[in-house]
C-alpha cells in the first residue's frame, strides 16, 4: 500500500521511516487523540478508517460533526509537523482501525540526516495541506452560497 | 255459557277503553292549545366568498422538528456530498463545479 506521505521514496528509504513510528491498533469507537491535545505523531492510516470531527452546537448540544474521513494510505494529524504541535480536529476510529504513529521529534532527526528524503516528505505534505485548504475554501464557498440563497428565498417570502 | 259471555264483554269494553286512551295520548294538539311567542329567525350575517382559505400556511413557519439522531444523519451526509463536490472542483476547477446545486436534503 502506498502511503500519500512518502510517494516518490525508494522502497529502502519508505522503510527506514516506517521503522521510526510504531503500529497501533485503534479500536471501534475509540479515539485517536481529541481536539486540542498535544500534537506530538503524525499518524499513516494502514486499514480500517478514522472519522475526523469538529464539535458543532445542535439545539444547544455539542455534538461531534464529520469533517473528514481518512482512509488507508491517507495522512492524520500533520499539526504534529507544525507549530503550535496541538491537534485542530478530534480523531475517532468507526471500525477497528491500524494506524503507525510517527513520532515528530524521530522524523525530525531523521529528515536532518537524510534531506532528500526531508524534502520529499515535506513537498507530499505540502500537498496533502494544501489538498485540504483547497477542498475547505470551495466547502465555504457553496456553504455561503447556500446561505445566500436561503436569505433570498426568506426576504422574498417575507414581502 | 252466561260467565263465557261476561268475560267477553268485559274484555271488549277493555279493549275499547285502552283503544280511546291510546287515540289520546297520541291524537297532535290542536295549534290554539299551543301557542308559542314568535322567536324572530335570525340570518347569519353574510361572509364574503373566499376563493381560498383563511388558514394559509405561512412560508416562514419553521419546519417541524426532526429527532436529533436524523438531523446528525442529515448533516453527516450533506458535509460528505458537499465533500465530494469540493474534490471534483479541486480535481477540475471550473464555475459550474463550484456553482452547481446541491443534492443535498439537509437544504432542500
Not at chain 1, 24 to 39: N, Y
Not at chain 1, 81 to 99: C, M, N, Q
Not at chain 2, 62 to 69: D, S
Request: with cysteine.
Amino acid at each position: 500500500m502506498e502511503h500519500e506521505l512518502l510517494k516518490g521514496l525508494s522502497p529502502t528509504e519508505i522503510e527506514q521511516v516506517l521503522a521510526l513510528g510504531n503500529r497501533m491498533t485503534v479500536s471501534s469507537g475509540a479515539s485517536l487523540f481529541r481536539l486540542g491535545d498535544p500534537a506530538d505523531s503524525l499518524y499513516l492510516t494502514v486499514r480500517g478508517r478514522i472519522r475526523l470531527t469538529l464539535p458543532m452546537m445542535v439545539r444547544g448540544r455539542e455534538e461531534d460533526i464529520l469533517v473528514e474521513e481518512r482512509s488507508p494510505g491517507q495522512t492524520v494529524g500533520w499539526s504534529a509537523l507544525v507549530p503550535p504541535y496541538r491537534f485542530t480536529l478530534s480523531a475517532t476510529a468507526p471500525l477497528e482501525t491500524e494506524v503507525i504513529a510517527l513520532p515528530r521529534e524521530a522524523l525530525r532527526v531523521f529528515c536532518e540526516t537524510s534531506p532528500a528524503v526531508g524534502y520529499k516528505i515535506g513537498m507530499n505534505l505540502a500537498v496533502v495541506v494544501g489538498n485540504r485548504l483547497q477542498q475547505v475554501q470551495a466547502m465555504w464557498l457553496r456553504e455561503m452560497q447556500h446561505i445566500v440563497e436561503l436569505k433570498s428565498i426568506y426576504v422574498e417570502a417575507a414581502r | 255459557m252466561d260467565m263465557l259471555l261476561m268475560g267477553l264483554c268485559m274484555s271488549l269494553i277493555g279493549i275499547a277503553v285502552t283503544a280511546l286512551a291510546f287515540a289520546a295520548a297520541t291524537h297532535p294538539k290542536s295549534p290554539a292549545a299551543t301557542i308559542q311567542p314568535q322567536i324572530p329567525s335570525v340570518k347569519p350575517a353574510a361572509v364574503p366568498a373566499r376563493f381560498f382559505s383563511d388558514r394559509v400556511a405561512s412560508p416562514l413557519l419553521p419546519p417541524p422538528q426532526v429527532p436529533i439522531e436524523v438531523l446528525l444523519q442529515q448533516i453527516e451526509n450533506h458535509v460528505r456530498l458537499e465533500q465530494a463536490a469540493a474534490e471534483s472542483f479541486v480535481a477540475f476547477p471550473t464555475n459550474a463545479q463550484l456553482h452547481s446545486k446541491t443534492t443535498s436534503s439537509f437544504l432542500n
